[in-house]
C-alpha cells in the first residue's frame, strides 16, 4: 500500500507539486498520469526517499521510505529507465544490486527471463536500445520480490509487443497481491494497464478514482484530462 499525503515540493520559488495525495491499494495497477514537467517523477522521487518533501510525507506501508528495515525487498523502483553504468555488463549490473542487498543470486536468472533480456545480459548497457534499457531497469526492480513496485515511465522507448509484455506483467503481479504504481504522459496507452488513476497537471491532482469512474463520459482516458484541465489537444504537450 502506497500513501502519500499532502506532499508539496518546491525547488527555490518554482513548486513542482502541490499538495498531492494519493493512494496505491495492493491487488491493483494504479496509473499516476500525467504531461511532461506535470509533476510526476517529483512525487515519485520523495516516494522513495530520494527527494525531502517541502510539506506532506509518503508511506510505503504504513512508513516512510527510509525508514523500511529491507528497502529493496518492500519496494522495487525503476526511475530514468535502468542507471545502469554503461560499461558494465547487463547481468553485471544485477549482480551488484543483488550482492549490496543480499538477494539471492538464482533471482538473477530469473528476473533475466521475466523481463526477456536473457540472451543479452553478457553484453555491455552501452549497447542496449531504450526499451533494453528499460527491461533491465524493469529486472532490477523485480530483484527483491517485492511487493510494491513503482515504475516512472515503465514503457516509454518499448516497441507495441513490449508494451503489451510488459501490461501483461504488470496486471498479473498486481493479480497476486502486489501493489504496482506507474506512471506515464501516454495516457491511451496506460489506460490499457491500469484499474485506478491519478492524474496530475501542473503540479496538483486534477482527478483520481478507478478508471471507468473517472473516464465516465467521456470517450477515454484523454478525453477526459482535456475536459479537466481546460487544455486543447495539442496544447502544451
Ligand atoms: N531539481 C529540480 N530543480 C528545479 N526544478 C525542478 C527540479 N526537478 C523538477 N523540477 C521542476 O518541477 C516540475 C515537475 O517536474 P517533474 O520532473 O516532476 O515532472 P514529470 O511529470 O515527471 O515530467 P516528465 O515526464 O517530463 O519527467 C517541472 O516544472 C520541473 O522543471
Redesign the pocket.
Known amino acids: 500500500m502506497i500513501e502519500i499525503q499532502g506532499v508539496t515540493k518546491r ?2 520559488p ?1 513548486t ?2 502541490e499538495d498531492v495525495s494519493l493512494t496505491a491499494a495492493p491487488g491493483r495497477v494504479t496509473g499516476f498520469l ?12 520523495v516516494l522513495l526517499g530520494l527527494d525531502r518533501p517541502t510539506a506532506g510525507r509518503a508511506l510505503v506501508d504504513g512508513v516512510p521510505y527510509r525508514d523500511l528495515r529491507r528497502p529493496l525487498r518492500t519496494v522495487g523502483a525503476m526511475l530514468d529507465g535502468a542507471g545502469a553504468v554503461p560499461e558494465r555488463r547487463g547481468v553485471d549490473h544485477l549482480r551488484w544490486i543483488a550482492q549490496t542487498h543480499r538477494i539471492p543470486a538464482r533471482r538473477i536468472e530469473e528476473v533475466l527471463d521475466v523481463v526477456g533480456l536473457t540472451d543479452a545480459a553478457r553484453a555491455r548497457v552501452r549497447t542496449y536500445s531504450l526499451g533494453m534499457r528499460q527491461r533491465l531497469g524493469l529486472a532490477a526492480a523485480l530483484l527483491g520480490e517485492p511487493r510494491v513496485l513503482v515504475l ?2 515503465p514503457v516509454n522507448g518499448l516497441d507495441p509487443e513490449g508494451i503489451r509484455t510488459v501490461r501483461t506483467f504488470l496486471r498479473d503481479y498486481a493479480a497476486q497481491g502486489n501493489t504496482v504504481l506507474l ?1 506515464s ?1 501516454l495516457m491511451g496507452e496506460t489506460a490499457q494497464t491500469v484499474d485506478d488513476v491519478v492524474v ?1 497537471d501542473r ?1 496538483r491532482v486534477v482527478t483520481s478514482g478507478p478508471l471507468e469512474e473517472v473516464t465516465a463520459g467521456h470517450a477515454g482516458l484523454e478525453d477526459a484530462f482535456f475536459a479537466l484541465t481546460g487544455t486543447a489537444p495539442g496544447q502544451g504537450w
Open positions: 525547488y527555490g518554482r513542482a507539486v500525467g504531461p511532461n514537467g506535470a509533476g510526476k517523477s517529483t512525487t515519485l522521487r516512472d515511465e506512471s504522459h496530475i503540479g
